[in-house]
């Protein structure tokens, strides 16, 4: 669980890297995940559940510790977590399966 929480303050940390070498890009980066994720016909924990199983499918381990952390943050329960999951599944086939067991496992820890 350590692991876990540790490896999105990593995370964290090289956005906030990139954040001061590319400011102009990272900004432009964080209006487009803001306009993104705020609330619509979705709510947002709806949305950060969409990202996280976009990033099952697209194995990026940083992005799934990342948006869990988020969509749980705005409420996701892990119930509509397994449903998003089984859909990067269904998209992603084996190795989203892997992915999607790191991101179950995240959000127990986180």
């Known amino acids: ?5 540790n490896n999105l303050i990593a995370a ?3 956005l906030g890297i990139l954040a001061k070498a590319a400011p102009d890009v990272f900004d432009a980066f964080s209006k487009l995940s803001k306009a ?10 709806q949305k950060e559940l969409m990202a ?9 381990e940083d ?3 990342y948006h869990v952390d988020t969509a749980k943050r705005a409420g996701a329960d892990e ?4 449903e998003a999951l089984g859909v990067a599944v269904e998209m992603g ?12 496992e995240a959000f127990h820890a986180l």
Do not use: E, S, W
């Open 1 to 5: 669980m350590a692991d876990i929480k």
């Open 12 to 14: 964290k940390n090289r």
């Open 36 to 45: 993104a994720t705020t609330d619509g016909a979705f709510n947002t924990a």
């Open 52 to 60: 996280v199983a976009i990033a099952v499918t697209q194995g990026c």
């Open 63 to 65: 992005c799934i510790l």
């Open 79 to 82: 119930a509509a977590l397994v």
């Open 93 to 104: 086939g084996g190795p989203a399966v892997m992915y999607a067991g790191k991101a179950l």
